[in-house]
Every structure is written in C-alpha cells, then in structure tokens.
C-alpha cells in the first residue's frame, strides 16, 4: 500500500533510522566474509587485468580521434569494453555481481552506457570525476529498480537527478564560493523544485534547472506530488549541510545530534527521491528502506572524506569523533547498522532477493571498509589488523589502486567520449 508523503510522516520515518542508528552495537556482531590471502592476490590480479585492458581501449580511441578528427565511440569499442567487465564479473566471487541474472547485467551494462553517452551530450564540460559522482547514483537507483521487481533501465528523470549531484553538491562544497552566494543559490532551486519558473541567472543555474526539467517531463507534479517534496527534502539537507562547513569567524560548533539529524536529512532524502524515481509511489516499507539506505551511504561518504573534512575544519559525525578518540567504534556501528537494514530488506524477485541482497550488502560494507584504509591514520593499529580479513585485496594494493584510478579519471577527461 502506497504511502502519502507529508511533512510529519517524512520526520516520523527518519526518526524511526535515528532510533535504528542510536541502538546499533559498536562492536562486531555480524559474521562478515573472510577472504584468504589467495583469493586477494586472485582479485588484484584480475582487476589489474581489466584496469590494463581499458586503458589500452581508451589509448586506442584516443589516437583514432586524432587521426579521424572526432570524439566518438563506435559499437565495437563499446563491445569490447562490456566483454573486459563481463569477464571480470564472470570470475568474480568478492563483490556477488556475477550470481545476478544474464538479463540483469545486460540492463545495467545498457543503463551505465547510456548514461555515459546522455551525460556528456548534455555538457560537454563535464569532467570523469563529475560523471563517475553522477553515475554512483544511477546505479543506486538501478539497484532500487530491480529490488522493487521494476525494470533496470535510464529514463530522462534519473539522468537528470543524478546529474543534479556535481552541480549542487560540487557548487556548496567550494570553499571559493560565500555563504551568501550558496544561500542565494539554495533559496532559488528551492523555489524551482517547488514549481516556480524562474530566469536563470547565470550558466550553472541554466543546467540545473534544465536537469530539474527532466524529471518533469517525466513525472507530472500533481500526479506525483511525493516526488517534489522529496526533491524539496534533499534540498533543505543541503542547506542545512551548509552549517557544517568552516567559515573564518564562525566559532560556533554543531552539537553531536544536530550533526546526526543533519546527516538524516541529506542521507536519507537523497536516496528517498531515487526511490520515487523508480516508479512514482512508494509503499512504507520502500519509504523506510530509501530512508536507511541513504542515511547509511552518506555516513560512508563522511567517512571516505573524514581526512580531508578534517583538515579543513567541516563537521560531520566523523569528524567529531576524531576529536574524542578513534574512529572504530562509530564505523563497526555503521557496519552493523548496514547488515541489519539489508537484512530486512524484502524484494519483489524472491528469485533473485538473496543475491541482491547479499550485492547491497556486501558492497555497501565494502564502501565503509576502503573508506577505513584510506583514513587509516584515524584507527587503532588492532583494528586496522581485525578488518584485514575481510578486505577484498591488500592494504597496499587498496591505497595504488585509488591513485591509479585518480590518473586514470584526469587521463580519461579528453578521451571518453
């Protein structure tokens, strides 16, 4: 049964996740899967192999491009890339991809690579690290798709959400860029998102407000109504998330459970909208869900970034427990939090529920656990050493891999598409 989503029923929910979050344990509960040492240097090696394979592909472009005076593709290098990522799926046994369907995977590889193409025909400017932000979303949302028994596909809608991220989160994160300019530019999205017609007042807005005119063009505001309050939602997020920022004369802190409902608020709305844009409507429980999961991946996200936020004096959850002791409690309590929202989860495709959950799962506990290595500074040694079981590949390995892909994504910007 689909619920209405007011104002009081949105608090009701995530004060339901706050709840779930304050009663998760601190220490390890779950039985997480040990990989062996074998089988990491089976997985580096595997992942070298596809890394090395792509990067020849886009060479290759590169210098047809060149030659030819384009900057396209053709189908047989499309074809060739999803060869290199099916086989690396196909022998994968870390990450639970390749237990999904053959039908699945093809409508995720169709999704990515439409995506891929849409993306840089809307903005030409849009750099690999923008579109790979973007594109983080659109697979969240495919995974929603098909946990909902709803086809994985792109529509205009997800494209034009996932595309808003590099433009507003990209924008209020610039330290460059005042207060008085983000608040500006919050007030006036708000605005949009709520119906109003409004004049851009420069490029950026241009593209925002086009990619705003995307969902519409998709899902009729009075029909759909639920989707623009969460669309409303995500925004009040981000203007809260403002306070979180340093800014020189502003010595006043933000109290831990302000820091905490903040991180709701943005979290969980993010992902609430993907929810909605599956199909337009959503039950309690996929409301609840939505909710969970997007709180649970933006405190992956603090957590991925703590290192830098901390450097530069912003708040967040992670940073202030930096300031009292390490950082392993609140990621084992993160993790738990994580198995115990999947473990939950009931999918339309009983057939395929248990992979899929074991794919969230898994991958979402690999997103905390990359993010532990890379702050690594910021935990006990004994902890670091409890979490190496557990890790897909080495330490060593995780830390070469994020610079590779770094020199990678800076490569790719002119040879992509």
Not at 9 to 19: G, S, T
Not at 389 to 414: Q, T, V
Request: charged fraction near 30%; charge should be negative; aromatic fraction near 10%.
């Amino acid at each position: 049964m689909e619920q209405q989503l007011t104002m009081v029923i949105f608090k009701e929910n995530l004060e339901r996740i706050k709840d779930r979050w304050l009663g998760s344990q601190d220490e390890f509960l779950p039985e997480l899967k040990s990989i062996t040492d074998n089988e990491k240097k089976r997985g580096q090696k595997s992942l070298n192999s596809l890394l090395k394979q792509i990067d020849k592909e886009f060479k290759n472009n590169k210098q047809i491009n060149k030659v030819t005076g384009l900057n396209e593709v053709d189908e047989a290098f499309k074809n060739r890339l999803e060869g290199y990522i099916r086989g690396f799926i196909s022998e994968d046994n870390i990450f639970g991809l390749k237990n999904l369907s053959e039908e699945r995977k093809k409508d995720f590889f169709r999704s990515t690579e439409e995506f891929l193409e849409r993306s840089k025909t809307f903005d030409q400017s849009l750099s690999m690290e923008d579109i790979g932000q973007a594109l983080r979303n659109v697979w969240i949302i495919n995974i929603l798709q098909a946990v909902m028994g709803e086809r994985v596909r792109l529509t205009s809608a997800i494209l034009g959400y996932s595309l808003l991220y590099p433009y507003t989160d990209n924008f209020l994160d610039d330290s460059n860029i005042n207060r008085e300019k983000k608040d500006e530019f919050n007030d006036r999205l708000m605005r949009r998102l709520k119906g109003e017609r409004l004049v851009p007042l420069n490029l950026h807005e241009e593209k925002v407000y086009a990619l705003v005119e995307l969902i519409e063009k998709d899902f009729d505001r009075e029909e759909y109504s639920e989707l623009y309050q969460a669309l409303q939602y995500i925004n009040l997020g981000q203007i809260e998330s403002v306070k979180q920022q340093y800014s020189p004369g502003n010595i006043a802190s933000i109290g831990r459970e302000e820091l905490l409902d903040i991180s709701l608020l943005k979290g969980g709305a993010s992902v609430l909208v993907d929810g909605y844009l599956v199909r337009g409507r959503l039950t309690p429980e996929e409301i609840d869900f939505s909710l969970g999961y997007g709180f649970m991946l933006q405190l992956g996200d603090d957590l991925q970034d703590v290192e830098e936020d901390y450097k530069l004096k912003h708040e967040t959850l992670m940073t202030s427990d930096i300031s009292k002791t390490s950082l392993d409690s609140i990621s084992t309590k993160l993790i738990n939090f994580t198995v115990n929202l999947i473990d939950g989860l009931s999918c339309a495709d009983k057939k395929e529920e248990l992979y899929l959950k074991e794919l969230i799962k898994v991958n979402c506990i690999m997103l905390v656990l990359f993010s532990v290595v890379k702050a690594k500074g910021y935990f006990s040694s004994e902890y670091i050493n409890s979490l190496k079981p557990y890790l897909p590949y080495s330490i060593d390995y995780i830390e070469g891999l994020r610079e590779k892909i770094s020199k990678w994504y800076k490569r790719s910007d002119s040879s992509l598409l």
